[in-house]
């Protein structure tokens, strides 16, 4: 029995999923895949394992795992159940790549997807769970797709082995026919279980015009007007990126500034003041029909959406504050304090748990978000949406190879995902920066994530399974045969699939090439937690003692960015000024990094290394972190994935007898020249060629990298350790594009 507190238990049975409780436990006695569908914030993640706990799938040796697609989710939810089942963190816990905080005692798991497909690898059966649950599919991450075609094959393996196991698939939309309708995947279709949501009516609002550059800008007057203009409730705006959500929260800041000792209480506050006065000068407030719980996705359909636009005239009007005229500048007001929070997935876990608090009284919240709030997270308190219409994906350039983050317009379901935000408390007010006719011409949904990224490391996970015929896999959204081909053929490159005979016919060769059987080095670098090239490096490491090199520049190459961000917005001057020196600062640490001679060909990869190198002989605290750009988050998880790497490495190879040297010394002239090639043979598909001024034709080419597969320009990064050498051939991490297209993680090629 699990001894819930008051407070929690009442919270709880407000919840739809609570209502059906009976109905998903009878369906999954009885089918041995569910899937479940319901609204974003109707309790599928907190209350589900919940209920497979309570009818006992925990209660002997097997545990309960849930996958995320995030990593923030794995955590955040996992810490939400612990607290509202009153069970330790030993009993309901989160494994995320580096961390994890399971024992023995675990009986609810949440993880990562990636971290349960790794776990198949070593156990294909994975005879520790008695209930997978698959949550927020409707993401269609890459990992969650493999996951369910691979658990559509364990699942009656497991049946018919006399150890049942359960498969639970959960979605915050309805289109689950991908799943359900495809027979390859489930002879049986699984049953569906609708969740009602108790979703309050979300008014739309359109743009009449649709900004094409400016929609920061665009966003930012519309806050304004919000927080000017209309009753208290929080804002939630979505914009696409870490640095447009860094310059809105400024701009917001700067414009409405928050300081401690500015807030008044609660309702006698400066801004219900002003909010009073500016009602008065408006019409009255809108009729809201409180009972009106509607199930309805809020805007479903154009017939809904036009019918919402034209009661407006009557109902909402006051609330329809129009398309903003672009000159009105805002000055700064600080007797309406908002409070401002940016919430996107690089930001500090203290950071982004401060957007489940309830904003300091007298102030109204106001949080800035990535794709992160579309359903992941539920912000509790939000009435009014603004919703860029946009969305950054890492877009994968079939020819090229090359990937790079592009902003394009979101799906409609994704839209109406991010206006259901604004109706969970109370109705609410979704404010689009585009028009109705934009919107019509967003597609329907978003694209599985497995159509339109690279694929070769799910292959090389998939061929270490023995999936030979990749093509032949149950996947949910198969990747294209050009993704497939262009895998095989970088893994065959990289060594790790047998090269296929050349004999036979054309027909009979391209058979042969995708299914190429993996090779002993393919194993290996499998085993490795990492990107096929980086796994390449490492297999290569053995040589000239650079192992711990090259484990310590993979990890920091495959940590996402490790220098802190310090343009990011801040409260005062005199925070700024700090962050102003501190980025002074990390210019000269970078260069320090980065060595001389020999050593600063290595360029990126050199600095990374001795970033990590001078953090780790200082005992890699928070302190010196701060006090050196670096971001500690990174760090600490690049002193896991160390650690991992360097097990990984050992259990391959037990002759090497690699360790995890807190005091490494800079490697030498000579390892660098081997540190060099080892980079080479992992990313020399990603090499550059220096266009020289005399070569320019066109001045788009002026200071340039030229790449064998790409017709523009690639440049190296002002920041980059090599920008003013500006070596003749180079290899590069990735490419991507910002204001131009920027190589990151640049080494130099030639000897010099
Ligand atoms: P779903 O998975 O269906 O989107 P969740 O189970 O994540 O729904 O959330 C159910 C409710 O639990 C949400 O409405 C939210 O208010 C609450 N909740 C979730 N996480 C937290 C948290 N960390 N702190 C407070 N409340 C939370
Ligand atoms: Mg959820």
Aim: charged share 25%.
């Amino acid at each position: 029995p699990v001894d819930r507190l008051p407070e929690i238990q009442e919270a709880r049975l407000k919840l739809p999923v609570l209502a059906e409780e009976q109905v998903i436990m009878e369906a999954v006695r009885e089918n041995p895949c569910v899937v479940i569908c319901g609204e974003t914030g109707s309790g599928k993640t907190t209350q589900v394992p919940q209920f497979l706990y309570e009818a006992g799938y925990a209660s002997g040796s097997g545990i309960i795992g849930i996958t995320e697609p995030r990593r923030v989710a794995a955590v955040s939810m996992s810490h939400r159940v612990a607290k509202e089942m009153n069970l330790s963190t030993r009993v309901v816990s989160y494994q995320i790549r580096y961390e994890g905080n399971v024992t023995d005692e675990t009986k609810i798991k949440f993880m990562t997807d990636g971290v349960l497909l790794k776990e198949i690898q070593k156990d294909f059966l994975l005879q520790r769970y008695t209930v997978i649950i698959i949550d927020e599919a409707h993401e269609r991450s890459v990992y969650t797709d493999i996951l369910i075609g691979l658990l559509s094959r364990i699942v009656p393996l497991r049946n018919k082995r006399g150890m049942p196991l359960r498969l639970l698939v959960m979605s915050a939309t309805l289109r689950v026919e991908d799943f359900t309708e495809n027979l390859k995947l489930f002879r049986t279709p699984p049953p569906v279980i609708k969740v009602d949501a108790r979703q309050f009516p979300v008014t739309i609002h359109f743009n009449k015009r649709t900004p094409l550059e400016d929609y920061t800008g665009e966003a930012f007057h519309k806050t304004c007007k919000i927080h000017r203009m209309l009753p208290p409730g929080g804002i939630l705006v979505f914009l696409t990126g870490q640095v447009e959500v860094n310059t809105l929260c400024r701009k917001l800041r700067k414009a409405f500034p928050f300081r401690k000792g500015n807030t008044n209480t609660a309702d006698t506050s400066e801004a219900m003041r002003k909010f009073k006065k500016a009602k008065q000068k408006k019409t009255s407030l809108p009729r809201i029909d409180l009972d009106n719980y509607s199930a309805l996705p809020v805007d479903e359909g154009d017939e809904d959406r036009e019918a919402g636009i034209g009661d407006e005239e009557d109902e909402g009007s006051d609330l329809d504050i129009g398309d903003d005229p672009a000159d009105t500048e805002e000055k700064a007001d600080p007797s309406i304090p908002l409070y401002v929070l940016p919430l996107y997935s690089l930001l500090a876990p203290e950071q982004q748990a401060k957007v489940f608090r309830p904003p300091p009284p007298g102030t109204r919240l106001c949080v800035v978000a990535t794709n992160v709030a579309e359903t992941s997270l539920t912000i509790p308190g939000i009435k009014y949406v603004v919703d860029c219409g946009r969305v950054k994906k890492r877009f994968y350039d079939r020819v090229t190879g090359v990937s790079s983050f592009k902003v394009t317009w979101t799906s409609q379901a994704s839209a109406n995902q991010r206006a259901g935000r604004a109706g969970r408390t109370e109705p609410g007010h979704c404010y689009r920066l585009y028009s109705s006719a934009v919107f019509g011409d967003f597609s329907l949904f978003s694209e599985a994530e497995i159509t339109c990224r690279p694929v070769e490391d799910l292959v090389l996970q998939m061929k270490d399974l023995n999936i030979d015929k990749v093509v032949n896999f149950p996947f949910p959204t198969p990747p294209s045969a050009e993704a497939l081909v262009a895998a095989e053929q970088l893994l065959i490159s990289l060594g790790a699939l047998k090269e296929p005979p050349r004999t036979g016919s054309v027909k009979e060769m391209e058979r042969a090439r995708l299914s190429c059987p993996i090779t002993p080095l393919g194993r290996a670098m499998a085993s490795f937690p990492v990107a096929p090239r980086y796994a390449k490096m490492l297999a290569l490491g053995k040589q000239q003692d650079c192992l711990p090199y090259v484990i310590a520049v993979v990890a920091a190459m495959t940590v996402r960015e490790i220098f802190e961000d310090l343009d990011r917005p801040t409260h005062n001057e005199d925070e700024s000024s700090k962050l102003t020196q501190r980025r002074a600062r990390l210019t000269q640490m970078r260069r320090l990094w980065a060595g001389q001679g020999a050593s600063l060909l290595l360029g990126d990869l050199m600095v990374m290394l001795g970033a990590v190198g001078a953090c780790e002989f200082a005992g890699c605290t928070p302190k010196f972190c701060e006090e050196n750009g670096l971001r500690y988050k990174a760090m600490v998880e690049i002193r896991k994935l160390r650690g991992q790497l360097t097990n990984a490495v050992n259990t391959v190879c037990p002759e090497v007898g690699v360790f995890v040297d807190p005091k490494m010394t800079p490697p030498t002239e000579h390892q660098v020249i081997c540190l060099r090639q080892i980079v080479l043979a992992g990313l020399g598909d990603h090499l550059a060629r220096r266009v020289h001024a005399e070569d320019v034709l066109d001045p788009k080419w002026k200071n340039g990298y030229k790449t064998p597969l790409m017709d523009d320009p690639v440049f190296i990064h002002p920041t980059s350790a090599l920008f003013k050498k500006m070596p003749e051939f180079i290899v590069y991490q990735e490419i991507m594009e910002t204001t131009k297209m920027y190589m990151r993680g640049v080494s130099a090629v030639e000897a010099e």
